[in-house]
């Protein structure tokens, strides 16, 4: 059986430090577990990386199991929902990460923990958008 791991490289390269600590990889299992058949049965031909098997999926979308078509309804709108969420701490946090770890490599939360660990510097506006998205307490 092929897997759905084109939704790794989003969720971890675009959304993260958010998805790991939000979503993550249920969305990705769910997927995997509701469309197996429909992956098997539709794109067993396909090559999995970079997208190509939610392509196939998104491709043959109303021929598709109802399963199927509902996990993959739920992590679009779970995606949407991340990605404004990443947005709003982006708008939000921008200038604070720049000012205060400016040497911190991004990926993998290194920013997140760089603002948490100073805190107290950290501007309001960051601060609560990190609260609005349950990054910070």
Not at 51 to 70: K, M, Y
Not at 80 to 98: E, F, I, P, S, T
Request: glycine letters at 8%; hydrophobic letters at 40%.
């Amino acid at each position: 059986m092929r897997r759905l791991n084109c939704l790794t490289p989003l969720l971890l390269g675009l959304l993260l430090p958010i998805t790991s600590q939000a979503a993550g990889p249920g969305i990705i299992e769910q997927v995997n577990q509701a469309c197996a058949a429909d992956i098997d049965s539709f794109c067993a031909d396909i090559n999995p990386g970079q997208g190509r098997i939610a392509a196939c999926l998104h491709a043959h979308f109303d021929q598709v199991s109802g399963q199927c078509q509902a996990a993959l309804t739920e992590a679009r709108e779970e995606l949407k929902l991340l990605g404004a969420a990443y947005q709003h701490v982006n708008q939000n946090c921008q200038a604070d990460a720049k000012r205060l770890c400016p040497q911190v490599t991004p990926g993998q939360g290194r920013i997140l923990d760089c603002l948490k660990s100073q805190q107290a510097e950290v501007s309001t506006s960051c601060t609560n958008a990190l609260k609005d998205v349950g990054l910070m307490e």
